[in-house]
């Protein structure tokens, strides 16, 4: 068996002289490779919508369901506050960065006298407002948290809705609310389950004796 042997053939020819080298760069510039790159870019310039937000002047629409800064809600109607003080919130916090202290009011029920949150440690998981059973704590809109203090709190003074902004606000928004669709997403409880059953079974032992 002979010995095959390759050999690399080089095509690649390097320009001698100046004027090899202008020729090279010439046949570079109009192979069209520069010219498309520029219609590209002068195209997503002139003919395409800005993407480009003048910040601060113009801020972002986010989403409902967005995790920003926190915010506590009152009923719309009575104007009460939906917090009951149960401290579930504290509980779940896994930056252990909200602190409550609650006391007993006039007609004996239970009313959050402080409430602050540590949003420099605050990770915006919103099991917060997941876990609140009243839907008092949500997760706002706003994204804006840039502080010159390493260590800085809110207070329930600045996350409770103002009573002017009351009519404003909506009953159930933003992370941790019931979606629109709430009611189709609950789930069976073991008693209709357990109905369904029993239902079956009779429908199979009424054709059983129907057969019969």
């Given at each position: 068996?002979?010995?095959?042997?390759?050999?690399?053939?080089?095509?690649?020819?390097?320009?001698?002289?100046?004027?090899?080298?202008?020729?090279?760069?010439?046949?570079?510039?109009?192979?069209?490779?520069?010219?498309?790159?520029?219609?590209?870019?002068?195209?997503?310039?002139?003919?395409?919508?800005?993407?480009?937000?003048?910040?601060?002047?113009?801020?972002?629409?986010?989403?409902?369901?967005?995790?920003?800064?926190?915010?506590?809600?009152?009923?719309?109607?009575?104007?009460?506050?939906?917090?009951?003080?149960?401290?579930?919130?504290?509980?779940?916090?896994?930056?252990?960065?909200?602190?409550?202290?609650?006391?007993?009011?006039?007609?004996?029920?239970?009313?959050?006298?402080?409430?602050?949150?540590?949003?420099?440690?605050?990770?915006?998981?919103?099991?917060?407002?997941?876990?609140?059973?009243?839907?008092?704590?949500?997760?706002?809109?706003?994204?804006?948290?840039?502080?010159?203090?390493?260590?800085?709190?809110?207070?329930?003074?600045?996350?409770?809705?103002?009573?002017?902004?009351?009519?404003?606000?909506?009953?159930?928004?933003?992370?941790?609310?019931?979606?629109?669709?709430?009611?189709?997403?609950?789930?069976?409880?073991?008693?209709?389950?357990?109905?369904?059953?029993?239902?079956?079974?009779?429908d199979i032992n009424l054709k059983g004796s129907s057969d019969v």
């Amino acid at each position: 068996m002979s010995e095959k042997r390759y050999i690399l053939i080089d095509e690649k020819i390097e320009p001698k002289g100046a004027f090899d080298k202008f020729k090279h760069f010439i046949a570079a510039t109009f192979k069209l490779d520069l010219l498309v790159g520029l219609k590209i870019t002068l195209k997503q310039m002139l003919f395409s919508k800005s993407h480009t937000l003048k910040y601060p002047m113009q801020k972002m629409q986010l989403n409902a369901r967005y995790r920003g800064i926190h915010r506590l809600l009152k009923f719309v109607e009575s104007e009460n506050e939906r917090c009951i003080g149960c401290g579930l919130c504290e509980k779940i916090c896994v930056s252990n960065c909200i602190s409550m202290k609650t006391s007993l009011g006039e007609d004996g029920r239970k009313k959050v006298a402080s409430y602050t949150i540590n949003l420099s440690r605050c990770v915006y998981c919103g099991f917060c407002a997941d876990v609140c059973p009243e839907l008092a704590i949500v997760c706002g809109q706003e994204y804006e948290v840039a502080s010159e203090n390493k260590i800085l709190f809110g207070t329930k003074a600045e996350f409770l809705t103002d009573d002017k902004f009351l009519k404003d606000q909506t009953e159930f928004e933003g992370y941790g609310a019931l979606p629109k669709n709430a009611d189709s997403l609950v789930k069976k409880t073991p008693n209709a389950l357990t109905n369904e059953d029993k239902a079956e079974t009779m429908d199979i032992n009424l054709k059983g004796s129907s057969d019969v």
